[in-house]
């Protein structure tokens, strides 16, 4: 059985950093490309930052390009999203999911959250000014 648990989120001020870890027992992990969602209240989930399952090719959306950071760590089964100058608009409940579609990201691609499998609770990040 599956199961994928995100940690790391928390209270943050605006311009700090949390770094975000998954972790997915159960899973073949390095067959599968990973990714970050987020979900604010009152908006739909959105991709944030997506991984190929070598580790070669990430996707970004553009409101987190240059301040997050995506990577993963095959031998230990877990991915990261390392997140600084963090912002207001960055507060969510940020999850991590598998990609049922693809296993590298092209230039261009937009990750729907359609094709994404193996769902976590989420970790709640707020970010105060």
């Known amino acids: 059985q599956v199961q994928v648990v995100e940690s790391g989120g928390g209270l943050v001020q605006a311009g700090g950093s949390l770094r975000l870890s998954c972790t997915a027992p159960g899973l073949i992990f390095d067959d599968y490309a990973m990714g970050w969602f987020r979900q604010a209240p009152g908006k739909e989930r959105e991709a944030v930052s997506c991984?190929?399952?070598?580790?070669?090719?990430?996707y970004y959306a553009d409101s987190v390009k240059g301040r997050f950071t995506v990577s993963r760590d095959n031998a230990k089964n877990t991915l990261y999203l390392q997140m600084n100058s963090l912002k207001r608009e960055d507060t969510a409940m940020y999850y991590c999911?598998?990609?049922?579609?693809?296993?590298?990201?092209?230039?261009?691609?937009?990750?729907?959250?359609?094709?994404?499998?193996?769902w976590g609770q989420g970790t709640q990040v707020t970010v105060s000014s």
């Open positions: 999911a598998a990609d049922l579609t693809r296993v590298y990201y092209e230039k261009y691609v937009l990750p729907k959250e359609t094709e994404f499998g193996y």
């Open positions: 991984i190929s399952a070598s580790g070669s090719s990430t």
